[in-house]
Every structure is written in C-alpha cells, then in structure tokens.
C-alpha cells in the first residue's frame, strides 16, 4: 500500500512539473528562438558516474522534510546554440519554486557543455542519439545513485525531453 501511495504521488509530481513547465512559459528552446544567455541560481553539483565528472545544478523547494522527492532533469540532444544550452536548468529552477518537498536536479549528459560553459565528461557524439550507449546511460545511473545517497529521498522522478 505504502509503494504504491508514493509511486502515485511521484507519478502527480511529474504531472504538476509539466503543467507548471508549460504555464510558466519555459518550453523547449527551439520553439522560442532563445537568443539571450539565461542564467539559473542553481547549486552546482558535481558526479561522479563510471569514472566520468558530470554537471548538475539542485535547486530546492522552499518547504523541505528529511526525505523529500528527488526529480532529476534531463535535457534532450542540444542541437541548438549556446544559449539554449541550459533550459533544463530552468525547467527545474521553475519545478522547485512551485512544488513542494522536491529536490530538482538538473544534470548534464555526458558530452554535453551547460549554460556556465561547464562540461560533463565523456565523448559527445553527433547529436542525433547516437551518444545513448550502455556507458553513457550507466553514468547517468551512477550519478542519480550519487543523489540518492546525498539526499535520501522518498523517491526519485526522472523527466527529460524527448528532443
């Protein structure tokens, strides 16, 4: 009973994330034409994931219990310039200013350079999914056990962008 009453409330988290992601007017951003560099408050973190060093930004919710719910963000293939590096961070900055008892981590893929021009470690890749290999998705699994470890939260939720 108790399982499924958090997978439930993970499940309304992402939910409410999307919905506040959408009204608060942050989208994907390609759909924008984001020209201008937007920095997020974030509190850099740094992981370690199969050997490799991998950036993220927590941003926290206001209201905070021991074991609040991890929500770490993953962005898409970056196709588009600088500037629009870093619209994950925002999508988390924006979660943990609207919901409550979340830690929201926004990682950078491995390859990838953030909005700080700081870059995860690994092999970037042509951008077009062919840098989704075992290793890669292992060092985001190790560096989402990091957070865990760090934050022991209720649960975890992953949200990403499919682009």
């Known amino acids: 009973m108790r399982r499924n009453r958090w997978s439930l409330t993970a499940a309304v988290i992402v939910i409410i994330a999307a919905v506040n992601y959408w009204r608060c007017g942050v ?28 950036k993220s930004k927590i941003f926290r919710s206001t209201r905070l219990t021991d074991h ?6 993953l962005h898409g293939d970056l196709l588009e310039a600088a500037p629009a590096r870093s619209y994950h961070y925002l999508f988390a900055e924006k979660a943990a200013q609207k919901i409550d008892n979340v830690i929201v981590a926004g990682l950078v893929r491995p390859g990838y350079t953030d909005e700080d021009g700081d870059r995860s470690g690994g092999t970037l890749g042509m951008r077009t999914g062919d840098n989704y290999t075992p290793e890669v998705v292992d060092a985001v699994a ?6 865990r470890a760090k934050f022991h939260p209720l649960a975890v939720v992953m949200a990403g962008d499919r682009k």
Do not use: F, I, M, Q
């Open 142 to 147: 190790d560096g989402v056990r990091e957070l």
């Open 68 to 73: 609040p719910v991890l929500v770490v963000v």
């Open 27 to 54: 989208s994907h951003p390609s759909a924008t034409g984001l020209s201008t560099r937007v920095l997020t408050a974030g509190e850099p973190l740094w992981l370690n994931g199969k050997g490799l060093r991998l």
